[in-house]
């Protein structure tokens, strides 16, 4: 089939902004694309090559399309550059010029799709020692044998620029209209590609083998599956009216969804954009790889950057600190560990359990996963009955360093929608939220036993702010972060003189630490923001019954504060003025968003 009728359908696409006129022109391309092909045309308008978990990525560099643009017309490159400078854009730049150009083409053959599609994919799969020379070469060849329409499609196709805009769910439509009897038969085909993520492979089996072959489309390892989707309500009693009255509330983790493939000791893993990562998380594989008990499975979890110290769970910016790194892995996987928590299991050895309830899919992955300590674990999670045991699990939540949570609906139609955002699941954040501007000087107050490498010392201090009302010490933070070698060695010997073998009368606290200490040893401490607390009894009952206020992602910033009396520490009133100040900018900069 000519590439020139591909080249005519974008340029109508690109001539509207109507859907139905963007659909229509798809529904008559593919109807006259021969099944053996309609794969290619598929990705081609997409603006790739292959669906995205295969990696192959299209986008030479635009000194290389300007030199192969510039050897089929046999110019000089400057010229070009002149022509895209103007333009900006190398693919209107290509057009002008070729149709500009009054010489001979290389060859009077026309191009087909096979053949712009199988050069474009070789030229995206060459590397090594003579691989710059080659990829001129192809391109080169193309575009000599192009029309000057043709020569701006493959153009931008070659820098990866196509950008037709035309979502994925058009050419679900155009599908469905052009053979698979029509739009009513599009949940068929979204139920496909939501199960294998491949548009081009939905495109060809409905070509040739029909609507019945899409309808014993399996869940196959290997192939990532659409993410299911979340709702968000702030209100856990709304939440729980949308789900008939019981819910399982599960952690939200600040950090990395991952979808894991597992295949007889062979393990992928994919992003919530289904990007393949594995290269990227050898750490997470290896924990995938000897923590499942089947031969064939798939789990979804989030991979959460972890102090192995402390057992705190960290920021996730730490984590895209690993993302997209080629290099000194080993350094960065000891340097920023990740624990993984499992969350849902979508396949085990056959079975797909993306139709299976939630409960169901729930107990299966407690047998599939054997926990690993803190590396790999289960999601931590409650059945909720009530609004304030939503709500407690939440401040829970957001105590443990978590984003919020997610309640999941624990009825009989509970399966796992793919690519689809419903009131199965739906997301409950914060309510009650402070970005914290300030650093704060904290009296030590206890300490928990360091682990791993800091076993021996103290692996994290329990911390307090004064109330000078009742002079009590009020716990407002678990601190393992910040600290050297050097101060795991001077706090072990500062705190020694005010160890005691029971809590300080001043000291009012609802955690129990590995060791107490007489009020005495103040620290500069800086955090993230001042959340609610169900566990930290600072500003106890003043924002909300039975809470207190803590500080999140707390550090220690290397200020020893020895020119201060516990006395003199930052203040509950301190505190509590702070979140109440920093949460009125948070509102204000949320009215005028």
Not at 390 to 400: G, L, R, S, T
Request: charged content about 30%; hydrophobic content about 40%; overall charge neutral.
């Amino acid at each position: 089939m000519e590439y020139l009728k591909v080249v005519e359908a974008y340029q109508k696409i690109q001539a509207t902004t109507k859907r139905l006129a963007i659909t229509e022109t798809l529904v008559n391309l593919l109807k006259e694309t021969p099944p053996r092909i309609i794969d290619k045309t598929v990705y081609l308008t997409q603006g790739k090559l292959h669906p995205d978990y295969e990696g192959i990525e299209l986008g030479m560099a635009e000194k290389l399309v300007i030199r192969s643009i510039a050897a089929a017309l046999m110019i000089e490159p400057a010229k070009i550059e002149v022509g895209y400078k103007k333009e900006g854009d190398l693919g209107t730049a290509a057009l002008q010029l070729f149709q500009s150009q009054k010489i001979a083409k290389l060859s009077s053959g026309k191009l087909t799709i096979e053949r712009v599609y199988d050069e474009l994919d070789r030229i995206a799969r060459v590397s090594g020692k003579g691989s710059v020379d080659s990829k001129i070469k192809g391109l080169t060849e193309i575009l000599s044998q192009a029309s000057p329409e043709e020569a701006m499609y493959i153009t931008r196709m070659a820098m990866g620029r196509l950008r037709l805009g035309v979502a994925d769910m058009t050419i679900l439509d155009a599908l469905a209209i052009a053979l698979g009897g029509g739009k009513n038969n599009r949940p068929l085909l979204e139920r496909a590609y939501n199960l294998c993520s491949d548009l081009g492979y939905v495109a060809r089996v409905l070509a040739e083998r029909g609507l019945d072959a899409l309808k014993e489309f399996q869940v196959t390892v290997g192939r990532p599956i659409r993410p299911m989707l979340a709702e968000r309500l702030n209100d856990p009693q709304e939440i729980l009216d949308k789900m008939g009255g019981e819910a399982a509330a599960e952690y939200k983790y600040d950090g990395l969804r991952m979808q894991c493939h597992s295949s007889i000791g062979s393990v992928k893993l994919f992003s919530r954009r289904l990007e393949d990562i594995t290269s990227q998380f050898p750490d997470i594989q290896g924990l995938v790889r000897d923590g499942g008990r089947a031969k064939e499975f798939i789990v979804e979890g989030e991979a959460v950057p972890v102090n192995l110290e402390t057992g705190e769970l960290l920021p996730f910016q730490l984590i895209s600190q690993r993302r997209g790194r080629k290099y000194e892995l080993d350094r960065m996987i000891e340097e920023i560990p990740i624990s993984f928590f499992a969350f849902d299991v979508l396949y085990v050895d056959g079975v797909d359990y993306t139709q299976r309830p939630y409960p169901e899919r729930r107990d299966k992955l407690e047998s599939l996963i054997k926990i690993q300590g803190e590396r790999l674990t289960l999601a931590h999670q409650v059945i909720a009955k009530s609004a304030e045991k939503m709500e407690d699990f939440m401040e829970h939540a957001i105590e443990d360093g978590c984003e919020g949570i997610v309640a999941k609906s624990i009825k009989p139609d509970s399966v796992y929608k793919a690519g689809a955002r419903g009131w199965t699941w739906i997301k409950y954040k914060r309510e009650y939220k402070s970005e914290m501007q300030d650093t704060v000087d904290l009296t030590v107050v206890g300490a928990f036993a360091g682990r791993g490498r800091r076993g021996g010392k103290y692996g994290a201090l329990l911390m307090a702010a004064y109330d000078k009302k009742v002079d009590v010490f009020r716990t407002v933070t678990k601190l393992g972060s910040g600290f050297k070698d050097e101060d795991l060695e001077k706090l072990q010997k500062l705190l020694e003189p005010y160890k005691i073998p029971h809590k300080h009368a001043r000291v009012d606290s609802k955690l129990v630490p590995d060791v107490w200490f007489v009020p005495a040893v103040v620290l500069e401490v800086a955090g993230s923001e001042i959340t609610l607390s169900p566990i930290h009894t600072a500003a106890w009952d003043k924002v909300r019954k039975d809470a207190g206020l803590a500080i999140r992602f707390p550090r220690f910033t290397g200020k020893y504060r020895d020119d201060k009396e516990p006395e003199q520490s930052t203040t509950i009133e301190e505190i509590l003025e702070m979140y109440h100040k920093q949460l009125k900018k948070v509102k204000e900069q949320s009215s005028t968003a």
